[in-house]
C-alpha cells in the first residue's frame, strides 16, 4: 500500500481541522478548538484500482508553534496551503506559508492553495478571482471548499491523491529514463572497448 503525507498549513482558525475532519469522519464541529502544535489523522482510500494511504498533518497556524513546523513537514508527498474567504490577512499570508514549505520540504513539493468557508457568502471578503490569480501567478492548482457544508471537499483530496500518483509516476520515468541512458552509455563504451580490443589481436582488415 503506498503511503502518501499530506501537510496543511495556514494561519490559525481558516478550518484546517475541520476539512481534515469533514474528511474522515463526515462530521463538522461547529466548537473545534484550534490545534495544539501538530495533529495528525489518516484514511484508507481506494482510487483507480489503486489503495492508499493518505496521512494527513495538521499544523498549528499560530506563531509558537511554527518551531515544530521542520521536523513535520519534512517528507512530505504535498502541501495544502489554507485561507479563510472571508479574512484578507489570510490570504496574503500565503506567501509566508508557501515560503515555509519550500524552505522545509525544498523546491519539488506539490502546492495546492485552498479557500475555506466559501459557503459564508455574505461574509466574504476575498474573491474566487483573487485566488485564481494568485494560483496561476505561482503556477500550483486551486480549490474552494466548505467544511461545514462538505462543498468540494472530497474532490480536493481526490484531486490531492491523483496529483501525487502522476507525480510520482512521472518521477519514476524519469528515473527509469535516466537508468535507461547510463546503460546506453555503458554498452556503447564496452562496444568500442571490445572494437579496440579486436583492432589490438589483428582482427580487423582492410
Not at 43 to 70: M, S, V, Y
Not at 78 to 87: Q, R
Not at 139 to 168: C, D, Y
Request: proline share 2%; charged share 30%; hydrophobic share 35%.
Amino acid at each position: 500500500m503506498n503511503k502518501y503525507k499530506i501537510c496543511f498549513l495556514g494561519d490559525e482558525g481558516v478550518g484546517k481541522t475541520s476539512m481534515i475532519t469533514r474528511f474522515i469522519y463526515e462530521t463538522f464541529d461547529p466548537d473545534s478548538q484550534s490545534t495544539v502544535g501538530v495533529d495528525f489523522l489518516s484514511k484508507t482510500i481506494h482510487i483507480e484500482n489503486k489503495t492508499i494511504r493518505l496521512q494527513l498533518w495538521d499544523t498549528a497556524g499560530q506563531e509558537r508553534f511554527r518551531c515544530l513546523l521542520p521536523s513535520y513537514i519534512r517528507n512530505s508527498s504535498l502541501a495544502v496551503l489554507v485561507y479563510d474567504v472571508t479574512n484578507p490577512e489570510s490570504f496574503e499570508n500565503l506567501d509566508f506559508w508557501l515560503q515555509t514549505i519550500k524552505e522545509i520540504r525544498g523546491e519539488d513539493v506539490i502546492i495546492f492553495f485552498v479557500g475555506n468557508k466559501a459557503d459564508m457568502v455574505e461574509e466574504r471578503k476575498v474573491s474566487i478571482e483573487s485566488l485564481e490569480k494568485k494560483a496561476q501567478e505561482k503556477g500550483f492548482l486551486f480549490f474552494e471548499t466548505s467544511a461545514k457544508t462538505g462543498q468540494n471537499i472530497k474532490p480536493l483530496f481526490r484531486k490531492v491523491t491523483l496529483s501525487i500518483m502522476k507525480n510520482e509516476k512521472n518521477s519514476d520515468l524519469q528515473e527509469q529514463m535516466e537508468v535507461n541512458k547510463k546503460d546506453s552509455v555503458v554498452k556503447v563504451e564496452l562496444e568500442e572497448s571490445d572494437q579496440d580490443e579486436k583492432k589490438e589481436k589483428g582482427g580487423w582488415c582492410c
